[in-house]
Structure formats: C-alpha cells, structure tokens
C-alpha cells in the first residue's frame, strides 16, 4: 500500500537520503518539508516519474539546482 | 474531506494562486509539482500548519525565498 501523505505527519519520513544526481526530467514533484515537533530534520522528498519516492539530502548543491530548475520552467508558464 | 495526493495526479491543482507573502513559520511543507501531460503549468502548493494548502505563484520571488529559507535551516541538521 502506498503511504499515505496527510497534511501532517507524525514522525520523520527519510531513514537515509539518495546522495547521488537525479535528472530534474525524471523527477515529477519535490516536497519540501519543515524541521518541527513532529521531526527535528528539514526533509525533501522526490515522487520520480516512475512513482518511487526519494529523500534527497537538503544540503546538497544539486537538490537546490533541481529546485531552481523547476522554478525556472514555471517562467515559461507566464 | 481531504484531497488526495497521490504520486500522480491527472489535472492541474490549481486553479488560482495566492499573491501576499506567507511567514515561512506559518508553512509545514511546499511541494513543487513539474508541468507535464496532466498539466502545462508548474505548481508550488504550500501545506500550511492549520492544515490549509495554499496554490503559491512560483514566479514570485518570496516563493523562492521560502524554499531558500527551508533548505538554509537544513544546513543546522549537519
């Protein structure tokens, strides 16, 4: 069963993160979520294409250039 | 009852976007969702902590400044 993602969760959802580049073109979504009660660690989870889910290491340079990737494509939507 | 969010949705999400800065300590998560077949638009939607989700502009520049916000707080996890 697919776990389910509620508006809030009740405890971390990253055991270990991928360490290593995914293309931005294999990446459907990026969540990004708050340090708080529930989980003292910023997490940022990936959904690909293929529907795996990935934590990716907040801190690594190349999460930041996929984010900004998607952001950039989104000035083509004005 | 809530939405679901699953891995793949088959349409857009948002049908408007919110224009006025959100504090991000008022933000849970913000999920950033590539344009693709189900959607032409890239869409940025901000869970807040009341359990609300906000469709966020992602051409806005505070939008980028929250997720910088997020990921900079993740450099204290190291």
Known sequence: LPMAR??????????STH????????????????????????EVIATLKDGREVCLEPT????????KAILDKAQGNV
């Open 6 to 15: 509620m508006g809030s969760e009740l405890r971390c959802q990253c055991i």
């Open 60 to 67: 690594a340079n190349w999460v930041k250039v996929i984010i």
């Open 19 to 42: 360490s290593r580049f995914i293309p931005p073109r294999n990446i459907q979504d990026v969540k990004l979520t708050q340090s708080g009660p529930h989980c003292t660690n910023v």
